[in-house]
């Protein structure tokens, strides 16, 4: 029976003519590029050219018979038709992902994909889970997005992934379940020849003698840093403010003050770096990393599985920080020695 083109449906034949001319390809590509603003983006995360993207978005626009995106400077914004077109692709790729999840579970988990979505910082903890992970589920297929608090809150917001690992959660966020499976303590952190490297038990207040450099705005450790100087009614001296882990690192090392990083960020520098730690009163700060995801979505065999083993891992990750601590400890008394060998 044919439908007369009678204002419900946008074409002839209704969803047949979209299901013989437009692919689930074209959905996908047009999915990517209204959640990342680029069809260059769109394209290198799903590996093709710059060109083929152009083809498929124009050959769907062709198909709905209207613009799907305008240029807006140097992004791309999706017009009302191509927010609609973005809506049902959400909810298509949604159900095919469930759909995945279902199948994969029936498969149990010699085979099965898990997609991980990490906050910057976490990058020291999550790699080594994952690889433990991996060696005792070989047949998994994983990956792996490292990226900073705010678009981690966008990916989890959007379902981009199975989990996502993060620091403390916002309490404003009752949809979200919020598991701590890891420590996470913050330590203060000074080049190794820092007058106070060799002191111990610093009074706090100390600490606003010093310049401190911080993470952005926006940072968990900030907002930690901030809150702990807050609580003694205290003003610290910001010197500067950087993007990484890294260049706070080189920054201490440069000799441009003191921060508080994340113990596991230090691991490496533990045996023989230029960075100690300062025995501050109130240091370390326990945080925990927590592995979150949307509370109203069911969790595929594969995320569950990773989610206690991420728990159960927590002895080694307790060891390996144990082990840096010890370290950075030996190193503070072996330069004691020296300096008082030298007087």
Not at 72 to 89: F, H, K, L, S
Not at 133 to 147: D, M
Not at 277 to 282: A, F, K, S, T
């Amino acid at each position: 029976m044919s439908h007369a083109h009678d204002g419900r449906y946008p074409f002839p034949g209704g969803a047949d003519y979209l299901i013989r001319h437009a692919t689930l390809r074209q959905l996908q590509l047009l999915e990517a590029i209204v959640r990342l603003g680029s069809f260059t983006r769109a394209a290198e995360e799903l590996f093709l050219t710059q060109p083929t993207v152009s083809m498929q978005i124009k050959k769907l626009s062709e198909t709905l018979g209207t613009p799907l995106f305008r240029h807006v400077g140097r992004t791309v914004e999706p017009t009302d038709a191509g927010r609609e077109v973005y809506g049902a692709c959400r909810e298509i790729l949604g159900t095919l992902t469930d759909l995945e999840v279902k199948l994969s579970d029936l498969k149990g988990l010699k085979r099965g994909r898990l997609r991980l979505g990490v906050v910057t910082t976490a990058k020291y903890v999550a790699p080594e889970i994952l690889g433990a992970f991996c060696k005792e589920y070989p047949g998994i297929e994983v990956s792996l997005g490292v990226t900073n608090r705010e678009h981690i809150l966008e990916r989890l917001m959007a379902h981009d992934d199975d989990l996502y690992v993060a620091g403390q959660p916002r309490d404003d966020h009752d949809q979200v379940e919020s598991i701590p499976f890891a420590p996470n303590p913050l330590v203060v952190v000074a080049r190794v020849d820092h007058p106070l490297a060799l002191e111990h038990d610093i009074p706090f207040d100390r600490l606003v003698e010093e310049n401190l450099i911080l993470r952005e705005p926006g940072s968990g450790i900030r907002d930690a840093v901030v809150k702990c100087f807050n609580e003694h009614g205290l003003t610290p001296r910001v010197r500067m403010q950087l993007g990484s882990n890294e260049a706070i690192k080189h920054a201490i090392v440069g000799g441009l003050g003191i921060s508080v990083l994340s113990l596991h960020s230090l691991r490496l520098e533990s045996v023989g770096g230029g960075l100690a730690l300062l025995d501050v009163q109130g240091f370390p700060i326990m945080r925990r990393w927590h592995l979150v995801y949307w509370r109203g979505r069911e969790l595929s065999l594969v995320a569950r599985t990773f989610l206690d083993f991420a728990i159960a891992y927590e002895p080694e990750i307790q060891v390996r920080l144990a082990m840096a601590k010890a370290a950075f400890e030996e190193t503070r008394e072996r330069l004691r020695r020296e300096a008082g060998a030298s007087t």
